[in-house]
């Protein structure tokens, strides 16, 4: 994060609240723009935007006045807890048989024929 960002917030920020990835969720103290108040995050550690949960994801883009969090929604049963984009880490899923994954693919049976047009 560069010093401009973190002065400029600073000077004109006012902090809303932080998620459980660290995030730090802000808002405009000045006027607001086109009727609507600016809203920005300072991610912990790397720029990730996947990082962003979807109750504070709705409150960055006026979806919602507040943080769902602070309204008070649980989450439904069905809902996983959030995670970053994984791709390109260790973390990253690999199907059954990736090199990355620590296996050998299955050879091809031979059976195979491909599609011929008569």
């Given amino acids: 994060m560069s010093i401009s960002t973190r002065?400029?917030?600073l000077l004109k920020g006012d902090l809303v609240g932080a998620d459980e990835f660290g995030n730090r969720y802000y808002r405009s103290k000045g006027p607001k723009l086109n009727g609507?108040?600016?809203r920005w995050v300072l991610y912990r550690g790397k720029a990730e935007p996947s990082k962003v949960p979807g109750?504070?994801?709705a409150w960055l883009h006026h979806t919602s006045a507040a943080?769902?969090?602070e309204k008070g929604i649980?989450?439904?049963?069905?809902q996983k807890?959030?995670?970053?984009?994984l791709t390109g880490t260790v973390n990253a899923y690999h199907p059954k048989g990736h090199p990355a994954a620590g296996a050998q693919r299955q050879h091809a049976t031979g059976d195979y024929q491909a599609w011929q047009p008569e």
């Fill in 81 to 85: 807890e959030h995670l970053p984009n």
């Fill in 7 to 9: 002065l400029y917030t």
């Fill in 55 to 57: 109750e504070w994801h």
């Fill in 74 to 78: 649980q989450p439904k049963a069905w």
């Fill in 36 to 38: 609507r108040e600016r």
């Fill in 67 to 69: 943080p769902l969090s």
